[in-house]
Each structure stands twice: as C-alpha cells, then as structure tokens.
C-alpha cells in the first residue's frame, strides 16, 4: 500500500507518498481501507521529530480517519466487512489503508458524507473528554475556548453552546470570528486587537469563566488563570505557545480554580480512562446530534494525500477555518 511517510524531521517537505507494508490485522481489530484523514497540529510536531508515537503505535501520521472495514480480527464483534466508519487512531491515518482496534471505531454518522466523517473522532473525543468529562462544563457557565476558528475550536464552540454554556472564544481575523459567531460564540475576541483577559473581566462583570480549553500552554497560563472564576477549570491541550511556565499558586488557591494538562494520543486503548471508554462515550452523547446535523464538521479544504505537504503548510500559517483532509490516493 501506499502511505505519507517522513524522509527524516523539518518541514512540509520532507513528507512522501511512498510505497510502505500492508497494516496487519490483530486480535481486536480492524482493517480500515481509508477514504480520508485529518491533519492534525500534532502530526506537525511529529513531522518536525517533537512527537514520537506511543510505543506500539505506527509511526505513519494521522490520528483520525474514515474508510470502509476489510478485514475484522479474532474477537471483533459488532462490525463487519463493508461498515462504513470514522475512528480515533494513535497513528497510521495517512495511508491507503490502517488497523484499528474495535473500541477506537465509530459508525459513519447519517447524513454525513465518508470522507467529511474524517474530521470528526479527534475533535469530538479531544473536546467532550476534556471539556465534559474533565472539566465538567455545565449549563449556564461561561466557557472559553482559545483558537476558535481551528478544527477543535470549531467543536467546542458548537458542543458548548448546544450544552447551554455562555461561548467565548479568540482568533486572529474578522473571517474567522465571523464563522465562529455563526457556530455559536457569545464573545469573539480578536487576539491581534485586544487582550483577552480585560474582555472577559468586562463581559463578565470581572467574574471570570469557568471553564477555559487552551491549546496554547506556556504562553497563555498566567492570563489563562487571571481569567478564571472563582472554582475555573483550565485544561491544557496543547504546547504551540511553549512547555514551561510560571503559574501564580497564589491566585489559584485564592479562586479555588485547577489547572489541568492532558494528551489523547497516549491514552491506552482500553481500561478506565482509555480510548474505548471516551469512543463510546462520545458515540451516546455527541453521535445523535451530529447525525441530525445540531452538530456539524467544519472542513476547510479536501487534498490527496500525495499532497501532504501541502496541507501541513496551510496549517502550519493557520490558514484555514476547521479541518483540512486528505483524500486517500494522489
């Protein structure tokens, strides 16, 4: 089969659709022929060599994808050959076909088209196992969400206002929180113009939010935290603003707020806490509404994978509003 491989770590370019060997099918899996994947920021920093794969796990990108079952392993049951599906992956999404252990499936959603269901396990399982179950985000609270205009974004905006929640969220452009009003934002926030942490005191009447999704790290903890309400919930998704950074125990203790770091990729598979777990989760609680389109996928462009490269340098200069997919084949 042929597959997005990594001739060594640096930039867009050293990407290659290359002839690589069949996926085996073990115990508890599937072979998924693939239709499509995502690009993902954390295929980025492992192109770049920042992220290995978690042992066992291919070392191919692509942590999400859509496609039809071929094969089904020992001990898999409720999926056949011919099942159309999307699922959450630990890797090998960029290739013409990828082994999935059954608890990470889930049924191609009605209504939305094969390839578009691509776009959606890392998302929904990212945002309703951090913003959901971890943070515990309820109705009425003030939710905020940084980079709303990006494929994560994008869900948690509409997950939170379909949750009751208040939506604040930032982006850099008057395009991009254009469509992030649309999805349901409350308060769009341009990055670029304003400080972020005076809006939420003004919105807020210097309450703060109670819940913030961050995917910048370093760079935003202090006014992540200077934002949060008495009893906040920051969640720590992501490193583009830098790993290490100076947090004011302080003025945590003083809000009673937590702060909280988390990664999907290296969950296990299956056990407490496991990608299984957060699969059917997010398969009970998000799947119907996303099959009677309350919740919809946001894609930005579709790209053969032969042009992988491509597509990590649209996101790369964050030029894109949801997700970018590749398309199986050249």
């Not at 295929?43 to 291919?58: H, K, V």
């Not at 934002?227 to 009673?256: C, F, H, P, Y």
Request: charged fraction near 20%.
């Amino acid at each position: 089969m042929r597959a997005v491989t990594v001739t060594e770590p640096g930039g867009p370019d050293v990407l290659a659709w290359a002839e690589v060997p069949d996926p085996v099918c073990g115990p508890d899996e599937v072979i998924v022929d693939v239709a499509a994947t995502a690009v993902n920021r954390a295929d980025l920093l492992q192109r770049q060599g920042f992220y290995p794969p978690p042992p066992g796990a291919s070392d191919i990108l692509g942590l999400e994808c859509s496609g039809m079952i071929s094969e089904v392993g020992e001990g898999v049951t409720g999926w056949s050959v011919g099942d159309e599906v999307c699922a959450l992956l630990a890797g090998g999404g960029y290739a013409e076909r990828v082994a999935v252990p059954a608890g990470q499936l889930l049924p191609r959603p009605s209504g939305v088209e094969l390839a578009t269901a691509a776009a959606l396990p890392e998302v929904t399982c990212t945002v309703w196992s951090n913003v959901f179950l971890l943070a515990g985000l309820r109705r009425g609270e003030n939710f905020l969400v940084h980079g709303g205009s990006s494929g994560i974004g994008t869900m948690a905006i509409q997950l939170a206002a379909r949750a009751g929640a208040r939506v604040f969220t930032t982006a850099g452009t008057a395009a991009k929180l254009a469509v992030c009003r649309e999805l349901g934002a409350d308060v769009a926030i341009n990055y670029r113009d304003e400080d972020f942490v005076e809006r939420v005191a003004e919105e807020t009447g210097g309450a703060g939010v109670d819940v913030v999704l961050d995917n910048m790290g370093a760079k935003y903890l202090g006014r992540n935290v200077e934002a949060l309400a008495t009893g906040g919930r920051l969640v720590s998704i992501g490193m583009q603003g830098g790993t290490k950074g100076e947090l004011d125990l302080g003025k945590l203790m003083r809000k009673r707020a937590s702060v909280h770091a988390t990664t999907l990729r290296s969950r296990p598979a299956t056990g407490p806490g496991g990608k299984a777990e957060i699969v059917a989760v997010v398969r009970h609680d998000v799947w119907p509404d996303v099959e009677r389109g309350a919740i919809r996928p946001i894609v930005d462009r579709r790209l053969p994978m032969a042009r992988a490269a491509e597509a990590h340098a649209v996101v790369e200069a964050s030029e894109h509003i949801g997700k970018v997919l590749l398309l199986s084949g050249d």
